[in-house]
């Protein structure tokens, strides 16, 4: 499939993020406006929740727009979000009837605020890129024991903290948090010397489950995805995981991109997970592909700086499939609702530039990596960290909007009063 062609002229160019085959959905606000409802078209939102009003989209025969998040939609099923999509590529599309009724309200991007994009229900956040497993594993404990036993046969993931989950452009607050380590023969108390991304993807979880679902039901419960940075204190972590996992290291913040991509704009990037290495029980077999070939980068930029692109992968280089990892997590009979956040888990690729943590790329600190005008180890105060994603098809780009988040310094010793 091509570029669809929309009387939004800004939405036609082949690197546009928001053509009329992507409609991703967001939250944004004008001057001191209440937040509503948007889709990105172009170099425009549309007041989706305006339209509404309106009566020029009506889904399901009740309003599931009046509210500034896109639960009510997510949680209504496939078919209203298939009746969404049409009819907005119905009223966008070049030499659409209802033009002149649509184009007030088109609020051009550069002039709206963008908040989060839906309410998280819970977080959980998964393991799931092998090069980073074994990355991290190595690092941590030693090359023979990289790969946790279980790790071919199961997504292991774990419990994180919806209250962590902010949107792009929310400034990170360098944590304190018990570290020990070759450093700190007994335990200390002080702000984090090793805090550091993780460059994943979030499956958004749109209709609720009870019990046990398949791959191919889960799949079909998903109705988008973001991009994630799970911010890790890696000094804390280290001290902390064993044996629960991490625990205050990654509670400080998780940034998402603003837009939800909906899986049907995905659907023409569908790619395999790769060859199993071993056998998966059979509840954890994929009824076809269920990755996407979405290229992503992180972005590095200090305060008054030159932005370096230090890293670039793509989400195809993961071991399990979200729709796996969601399968999975239903197994116990564990209940999924409407906006719960999954994380894949970092995405690496096999070679040094493709790795998705600043702990992979200077690897663990011991060799910086070179930046425009410096080195990096670790994130410093007030750098500046940016995540992208583009899938590209003929002519045209599905773009997720930056995930973008600055380090502020530490606040003086918190338990100092
Ligand atoms: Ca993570």
Redesign the pocket.
């Not at 994380?343 to 970092?346: A, K």
């Given at each position: 499939m091509g570029l669809i062609r929309s009387w939004v002229q800004s939405a036609n160019a082949a690197d546009c993020p928001f053509p009329l085959n992507n409609l991703p959905c967001g939250v944004f606000s004008l001057g001191e406006d209440e937040p509503r409802c948007g889709i990105a078209i172009g170099t425009f939102v549309l007041d989706v929740t305006g339209l509404e009003e309106e009566g020029l989209l009506t889904l399901d025969g009740a309003p599931l727009l009046g509210v500034p998040f896109w639960n009510e939609v997510m949680a209504a099923g496939p078919a209203v979000w298939h009746a969404l999509r049409a009819r907005l590529t119905a009223l966008l599309a070049e030499g659409a009837a209802e033009r002149a009724a649509v184009e007030p309200f088109l609020h051009p991007l550069s002039q709206v605020a963008l908040h989060m994009p839906f309410l998280v229900s819970e977080y959980t956040?998964?393991?799931a890129g092998r090069h980073h497993a074994t990355n991290v594993g190595t690092m941590f404990r030693g090359a023979e024991n990289a790969l946790p036993p279980n790790w071919l046969h199961i997504p292991i993931g774990y419990n994180?903290r919806a209250s962590s989950v902010v949107v792009s452009g929310t400034d990170v607050r360098r944590p304190w948090g018990q570290v020990k380590g070759p450093d700190h023969p007994v335990p200390a108390f002080q702000p984090s010397r090793r805090f550091d991304i993780?460059l994943?993807l979030g499956a958004v979880v749109g209709t609720p489950s009870e019990g046990p679902v398949t791959v191919a039901e889960a799949d079909a419960m998903i109705f988008g995805y973001v991009l994630?940075n799970?911010w890790?204190a890696r000094d804390i972590q280290a001290w902390e995981y064993q044996p629960l996992g991490?625990f205050q290291a990654?509670a400080t913040a998780t940034t998402i991109s603003p837009w939800i991509v909906m899986k049907a704009a995905l659907e023409p990037f569908r790619t395999p997970t790769p060859a199993r290495e071993v056998p998966l029980l059979p509840y954890l077999h994929e009824p076809g592909p269920m990755l996407y070939d979405i290229a992503l980068e992180v972005a590095l930029q200090p305060e008054g700086g030159t932005e370096t692109v230090i890293a670039r992968t793509n989400y195809a280089e993961m071991y399990y499939s979200a729709a796996q990892q969601l399968a999975h997590h239903t197994t116990s009979g564990c209940a999924m609702n409407t906006g719960d956040l999954l994380?894949?888990?970092?995405i690496s690729g096999p070679t040094k530039d493709s790795r998705g943590s600043l702990l992979e790329l200077s690897w663990g600190g011991k060799e910086p990596i070179a930046i425009t005008g410096g080195t990096r180890s670790f994130i410093e105060d007030n750098d500046t960290l940016t995540l992208r994603g583009q899938c590209r098809g003929a002519g045209y780009t599905i773009g997720f909007g930056e995930c973008v988040g600055k380090v502020i310094p530490a606040l003086a010793d918190p338990y100092a009063r």
């Open positions: 956040d998964f393991y994180g993780e994943e994630l799970d890790s991490p990654k994380g894949s888990g970092t």
